[in-house]
């Protein structure tokens, strides 16, 4: 792993890392990804790198290390949702040689007995979510002692009852040499959680390095942080008195109900753990008289929670997030949503609010940095954070306006709040559009900060600050990833905005000395065993070497070596793609009429296994012979296109039974028909017990049996 190779035709003699798993001329030799890669392998590690350092490169170079040194052994790579799991394995699959079948993915929507397979199955490394891996485990389709190795990226939520929690647990009590790689840009300065994740992880050494850090100083471009304060307008400063003043109110009537609460010094942190601790005791009480005194209690504290949020809109967000919120209460039937409406304050704010339409000026300030910033580089990419989808909705709208804008949204998938969230295919379409340049403003909730691949920008804004220094650390390192970049941090004047920009920072700077701490505290673990060693032998890399064309590209010449090699990749690709065109399809007919954008396309076929080379030669064979249509970036199957052209909307067909030469079908869930071999165009893989699809059919009597052709099959319903 610590072997260097020289690059050629680089010409600035770039360095490779060099090892017997790692493709050669991929891995950019960095010191301290190799340093942390050699001190991770053999025992637990936590490894701390900011956002853009190249966790996955460490990650996949502790992977190479294991698969090389333990012939047969198999790795188990997790992260948190299924791009994040999707994203994992194209980056493997781009670093280290696999050949087929050696690495395969899984998420809910693989079916358990597919599941089982995989587990069960000869494929050197498994990405998953972590939910599959642990119901599997408890339903038994799965031994995680069989692994080597498992990786957990993210790895700072491993607290309380989260999934990673329990699936170490049964690692560390299955295996007889455990080895956890866990990954994470920001565990937090919170000592206390650091120390449970490191727990329920069973670290036994960390490995923490950041901008400062002398091994990584080379690699990184410097990244200017810079505040931007503006103040409040006097609309705004009467509209946060309103809220104030009924804020004070409902605290001091909580404080004279007895509740440990400080009118004065009011927090959202104080309110929420005042929650908590009125539903413990709720729990516990079990005379009615003080049940239903501690419930009114309760109730003053859910609507003070929600005074306080109202007051963060005002003061960070705009009234137009703040009267949003304000609609969507009226429109809801929560209790403490009615006891605030009955507030004597309630309706002249809510007048005023409806009344006013002055911006809030750090949308004001925004827009003047967006300008400036293309007026002086055409070419830049500004990622915009804010933690409101009312309030990217909203700023999207006003940046519109701006010459030289293009302006994009990114959003969770789970709608709220009356706001539709954007499916997978629609994340991964805005994030190629801003790769392309076909937008070069991206405003975006959290979702962007945690782990996806998004494209690197010129400019990070945070809309406000935030007090989570996690978060702060995985916005800032959105930018200064191949250039120096900016960071602005939009604030308004006494106000929250400046509570949380000093808590955030002032977090950040305290982590470092944390993991010094924290560092010096963990033991190594008792092992039974020594750590196993049986290398993998030279006939069997070179095998390797074949199966995966590495062998050519090792060599410098260029000639005949090469062109046999990429002649060999040509027919390998189009032998898979034959076998993967049916699977796709079938994918396809899921989609129906709506169709499958390429991303979502891609990473649905990686779920099953199927490289990305693959997939592209499999749908591009669908599109030539007719069964797809293309339309721009998405794949749509053509008979679902040619249903939809022609408005008949066909007859779902379910498969009651399956005979010898025929099946028994359901049309419609009215009229049982008979199917036979002849009379069916369409998947085999669909002729079975369950089976349902909606298609294009024409029934008919024959010998006094109703019967059914069915033409084209339109749609596979799940």
């Given at each position: 792993m ?6 050629r035709?680089?010409?600035r ?5 060099q090892?017997?798993?790692?493709k050669p001329?991929t ?5 301290y ?6 001190a991770a ?6 490894v ?9 490169v460490?990650?996949a170079l502790v992977?190479?290390?294991?698969l090389y ?11 948190p949702t ?5 994203q ?14 050696d ?5 809910g ?9 995989v587990?069960r ?9 972590p ?6 485990a ?9 692994f ?11 607290v ?5 929690t ?12 455990p080895?956890?790689l866990?990954m994470?840009?920001?565990p937090g300065?919170?000592?206390?959680r650091m120390?449970?994740v490191c727990?329920?992880l069973?670290?036994?050494a ?11 100083r080379p690699?990184?471009?410097p990244?200017?942080?810079r505040w931007?304060?503006?103040?409040l307008?006097?609309?705004?400063e009467?509209?946060?008195s309103m ?11 909580l404080?004279a109900?007895?509740a440990?609460?400080?009118?004065e010094h ?7 753990e005042l929650?908590e601790?009125?539903r413990y005791a709720?729990e516990?009480?079990?005379?009615e ?5 501690l419930f009114e209690?309760l109730m003053?504290q859910?609507v003070a ?18 009267r ?7 429109e ?10 009955g507030d004597p ?5 809510r007048e ?7 911006e809030?000026?750090k ?7 967006v300008?400036?910033?293309?007026s002086s580089n055409p ?5 915009v954070?804010?933690q ?8 999207a ?6 010459p030289g804008v ?20 629609e994340?991964?379409?805005?994030i190629?559009?801003?790769e392309?340049g076909?937008?070069?403003v991206m ?13 690197a920008?010129d ?9 989570s220094e ?11 990833r ?6 602005t941090?939009?604030a ?5 905005d400046?509570?949380?920009?000093y ?5 950040a700077?305290?982590m470092?000395?944390v ?7 963990l033991?190594p673990?008792?092992?039974?065993e ?13 095998r390797l ?5 590495a062998a050519?590209?090792a060599e ?5 070596a ?11 690709v189009?032998?898979e793609?034959a076998r993967?065109?049916r ?6 007919l899921?989609?129906g ?5 390429r991303?979502?396309a ?5 779920e099953?296994?199927i490289?990305?080379?693959v997939a592209?030669?499999a749908l591009e ?11 721009g970036?998405?794949?749509?199957a053509s008979?679902?296109?040619?249903a939809?052209e022609?408005?008949?909307a066909g007859?779902e067909v379910?498969?009651?039974?399956v005979l010898?030469g025929?099946?028994?079908?359901i049309v419609?869930?009215k009229w049982?028909?008979r ?10 893989e669909?002729?079975r ?7 294009s ?11 059914i052709?069915?033409?084209e ?5 799940r």
């Open positions: 610590e072997d260097r190779e020289r690059g035709g680089q010409g003699g770039q360095e490779y890392v090892h017997p798993l790692v001329r891995v950019e030799y960095r010191e990804q190799v340093n942390i890669a050699r392998y053999g025992r637990n590690a936590l701390v790198l900011p956002t853009a350092l190249g966790k996955t460490i990650s992977v190479a290390e294991v040194r333990r012939r047969g052994s198999r790795v188990l790579v997790m992260a299924r791009p994040l799991v999707a994992h394995m194209r980056s493997f699959r781009s670093i280290l040689k696999l050949g087929e079948g690495a395969a993915m899984l998420t929507r693989t079916p358990p007995e597919d599941r089982v397979a587990w199955g000869g494929a050197r490394i498994v990405f998953s979510t939910e599959v891996v642990r119901n599997d408890l339903e038994g389709r799965l031994d995680l002692g069989s080597a190795l498992l990786v957990f990226d993210e790895a700072h939520r491993a309380k009852e989260y999934a990673y329990e699936i170490a647990r049964e690692y560390v009590s299955r295996s007889a040499y080895m956890i866990a994470t840009a920001s300065a919170n000592p206390e120390e449970e727990r329920n069973y670290v036994e960390l490995e923490y390095r950041d901008e400062e850090d002398p091994d990584v690699y990184v471009h990244v200017d942080v931007r304060r503006v103040r307008p006097p609309i705004y009467e509209i946060s809220i104030h003043s009924m804020l004070r109110r409902r605290v001091e009537r404080r109900m007895g440990r609460v400080d009118p009011v927090t959202r942190r104080a309110l929420i929650g601790e009125l709720l516990a009480e079990s005379v008289e003080e049940r239903s005194r209690v003053n859910s929670l929600t005074l306080f949020h109202m007051l963060e809109l005002a003061e960070t967000q705009g009234i137009h997030t703040l949003a919120f304000v609609d969507r209460m009226e809801d039937d929560k209790r403490t949503h009615a006891i605030l409406m304050g309630f309706a002249a704010l005023l609010v409806r009344s006013v339409d002055a809030h000026p949308l004001l300030e925004l827009r003047d940095l300008s400036a910033q293309l070419s830049s990419r500004i990622l954070f804010t409101y989808r009312d309030t990217v909705a909203h700023a709208e006003v940046l519109a306006g701006v293009r302006v994009g949204t990114f959003v969770g998938q789970a709608s709220r709040g009356g706001v539709r969230g954007m499916s997978q295919e994340q991964a379409e805005a190629a559009a801003l392309r076909d937008v070069n405003v975006s909730t959290s979702i962007a900060e945690e782990g996806l691949d998004i494209p920008v400019h990070v804004v945070f809309y406000e600050p935030i007090p996690i978060r702060y650390i995985q916005r800032r390192g959105r930018t200064g191949r250039a120096p970049g900016k960071v941090i939009l308004a004047e006494g106000t929250l400046e509570v949380y920009l808590a955030s920072t002032a977090r700077k305290r470092r000395r993991m010094g701490e924290l560092k010096a505290a033991r673990m008792l092992r039974t020594p750590p196993p060693e049986d290398p993998m032998t030279e006939e069997e890399l070179r070497d074949e199966a995966t064309g050519a590209e410098a010449e260029e000639g005949p090469v062109a046999a090699t990429a002649r060999r990749e040509e027919r390998r189009s032998r793609a993967a065109a699977r796709i399809y079938s994918l396809l899921e989609a009429e709506e169709g499958m954008g991303e979502e891609l990473m649905r076929a990686a099953e296994g490289e990305e080379a592209e030669a064979r669908l599109v030539k012979g007719r069964m797809a249509t293309r339309r970036d998405s794949y749509v008979s679902a296109a040619r939809a022609s408005g008949e007859r379910e498969i009651e039974k010898p025929s099946a028994v079908v419609d869930g049982r028909a199917l036979e071999p002849g009379d069916f165009n369409g998947p085999r669909l002729i017990r369950g089976s349902r699809f909606v298609a059919v024409y029934l008919y009597r024959s010998g006094g049996v109703l019967r052709r069915v033409k099959v339109v749609r596979r319903i």
